[in-house]
């Protein structure tokens, strides 16, 4: 695939900056984590949330050398909690970013190259859908629909896929009025053709970078939600219902008497997050020239 | 005599992003500026023509590296790779910049533009800097109406006479104009170009004129020097140099433009402008002179022309040394 | 790019068409989601006044209509305001929404004001001292708190303020003080309120249980004003016009006031209203479930367990047109500050 190696080129060119060797690092732990927790995790059982029978007596326990990070309100070993969560945390980031930005792209390259009718009504379809704040449709998905996954990510590509599409069209319409580009429309290139080699082949690296910064914010995000209530069932080994069930269960006292709850799996929602960022941040300062310019206070 | 700017070997570099190598845009120049001259620096684009007008205004940009030294009014400003500029800019030299689009703020209007300079170099008041500000404009053929404007509002041609307005206001001695009349009307041009040239003649404001536009220096300079490539190929009084042109590329460039009075063909100038990365000692107009010989791999010193007074040109051809 | 009047009033357009979008979106879930509409709009009702209940909401509604008639109606009971009694709280929706959002607004704007000014500052003086030490200091600490989620924040604060003070900041006042000074509150500003009628005791009360989810939800927008303005300001400092400046003689710190601050206020801005509705949500999570504060997130959660529909429907839109609102204000906002455009 053309648009790959350029980007490649970019990872490569980032290496040996010490934040995108942090952000590496952390990022392939998390995802290493996310696919063999169930097999290192001390209780796995517990991790995907049954609730051990007959041992009423552990719960809530102070983190100890049995349970690194404690027990839940029902007794559940928060450590294989927590770092099973590891996979639904990597589910959500990536489908979020990855479906919303194929319809970004998508839309935002057709509004650019087609112009008239299409570029009217693709604008006005991603205005529409960036006016919605996120929660909303999660709301509606939830007086709907079952919880699971599929409200999480449904609700938040619903809206995000509008970003894509808006910063897309933007880059679009700067390389659509383009001297090749116009030349290979003339030299009968099919639009497809066209549209993959020239249009986003071009503008497919800032894209993808900020794609990876979002990981970030989707995990954030997706947290938000299920955190409310509003996406994941209870119990499911996912940090922001890990969160919930340890502030809502607990009530307001709960970071109190038993910070351990609150503190694990917002501490990896935090290390997750800042191994994206981390792994945008120099890619994105490598690509955009402002960024990159030398500047200070010379006068 | 006092002089207003003297360059010891002064050569301007600019550092690349990655800090690996320098473009040298200005190479060991040596040059002086009496008090009461106005000095007119022509050449190519890309000829370092601006990094040495911003040099002496100081206003390098932090990524520029120096070498040498820049004396202005006997104030070391430059001095190898310090720079010290406190004082002088604004009161004892100020400047008007190439690009009049850019180079007011858009958020602020021309009072405003006025009233800060006035402030903090002179202490004026806003009522003080009014007042200045109008008897500026009223020099550069403005009216007292673009006070109340903004930037946009103004044509090309009027930002242009206001950053002049600016510049002359706070009464420096030696005003650095960066091609003054790119944006302007040819008829408004002669008269900007007047009134500079009387300002330096009856206000005794030391003038540096930079310009690619030979057909200007004759109406205003005394003096003139072409550079090429960062370096001064020749020097001397503007009549001298316009009509005993020594130096194959000043008559290069003489060929190509038409001059008052003087009846002649005009040919274009051949060969692309010259970027200099590694500063090698060469002659830089080897590669396009039609006289060019062997000799000139290495670099000509600056010498004398004749008995013209202060008429010098850095070319082996007149040297002494013929072909090889 | 500053912003046109005409994309201005293009945008307001738009925001009218996405409104009645999301309200007619809505209606059709309300419509052919399974279950009987009218129930739903009832809020699932059981006993004896149930009937009756179920009646009414079918009158309410207009099924027996046709639909574009029964969405007209719909659209227009939204803009008046109009959508009946509250299940849960038994007074009128319009009610329950209103005193949610002068709850939440309060703690949003609070933290705004205190948020926006600091990032700014932040941003310029770290700007100005690139390469520093403070500089890097701020780079990393707004890399670190950006990728906090904010209830995690806010529940670690909680926790430093209880551990440290024993104070527990939960619920938007003490309801005994209030009770017994007599606290009456009018607009629903609390520390407004409190102002008004002089009960400092209450004032400093409500304003120390709203420092903490202030702080929480302050940190994004911090992050990304001080992050922003930096960039602004690296910019600016490379301008034309400001090294024209410095060639004319102004003064360092008239450049930086008046050329490099006038040119960053209108994007900073922007940002700052884009940070705010992304924050309307990070406010209803740390209000509702860290601090036990009412406000929109309490009334979103007691909407779904109660099945209090109407409420839950008319949050939904009434958010969307307030996130729809900010949007657009600062717009006009951020075009009436630039010279650039004319009013
Ligand atoms: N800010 C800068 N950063 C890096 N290189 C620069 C900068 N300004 C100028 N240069 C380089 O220095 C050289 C001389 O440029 P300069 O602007 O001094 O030329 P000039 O004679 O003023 O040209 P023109 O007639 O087009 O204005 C050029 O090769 C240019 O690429
Ligand atoms: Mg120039």
Known sequence: MPPSLPFIRLVHRNL?????????????????????????????????GYVPVGEENRRLLHPSPQHLFGTDTLGRDLFS?????????????????FLSLIIGLIVGVLAAYFKGLVELVLNYLTELFMAIPSIVIALFFRLTLEAGFHVVIISLVTTWWAWYARITYVYAKGVVELDYVVLAKLSGLSSAKIIMRHVVGVIIQPILVQAISDLGSALLEASGINFMGLGLPPGYPDWGVILYEGISEMGIMAFTRTPWLVFYPGL???LTTLGFTLLADPLREDLDPRLRRRWKLWF | MVLAVRAGGISIGYIDEEEEYIVWAVRGVDLAIEEGDAFCLVGESGSGKTTFASAIAGILPPHAVTRGKLYIFDRLAIDESTWNFNGLRGRVVSYIPQNPGT??????????????????????DREKSRKAAMEALLKVGLDRGVLEDYPHELSGGMQQRVLIAIALASNAKIIVADEPTSAIDANLRASVLQLLGRLNREYRVTLLLVTHDLASTSIVCNRLAVMLAGKIVETGRTISVLRNPQHPYTKMLLDCVPLLGVKKPLKPLPGEPIQVVEDKAICPFRERCPRAIDKCVEEPPLKPVGDEENHYVKCWRLTGVESG | MPVSLNYIFKRIILSILVVIGVIVFSYILLLYTPGDPAVKWAGNPRGPEARKAIEMARRELGLDQPIHVQIAQFIYHVFTGNLGLSIAYKVPVSQVITSGFTATLELLVFAYLLAVPLGLWLGIYSALRRGSRFDSFIQSLSVVLASMPTFWLGAIIALISYSTTGFLPYGRVSYK??????????????????????????????????IPPALAISVYPIGVVARVSRTLVAEALLEDYVRTAVAWGVRRNTIIKHFVLKSIIPPVIQISGLAFVYSIVDAMVVESLVFGREGLGSILLDSLHKADFRVTIALAIYLTIFYILVNTIVDIIQASIDPRVKI
């Open chain 1, 16 to 48: 040996r900056k010490y934040r995108f060797k942090i952000g590496l690092s952390i990022t392939i732990a998390i995802l290493v984590l996310s696919l063999i927790s169930q097999y290192i995790a001390p209780y796995p059982r517990e991790g995907l």
């Open chain 1, 81 to 97: 909690r927590v770092i099973m969560a590891s996979r639904s945390a990597i589910i959500q980031a990536f489908s979020v970013v």
């Open chain 1, 268 to 270: 990896f929602i935090l």
């Open chain 2, 103 to 124: 180079s007011l703020s858009p958020f602020l209007t021309v009072e405003d533009h006025f009233y800060y300079v006035l402030r903090d170099t002179l202490r004026y």
């Open chain 3, 177 to 210: 003080l209030a009770a017994s000074t007599g606290f009456n509150p009018i607009t629903g500003f609390y520390l407004l309120d409190a102002l008004i009628q002089g009960n400092y005791a209450v004032f400093l009360d409500a304003l120390l249980r709203i």
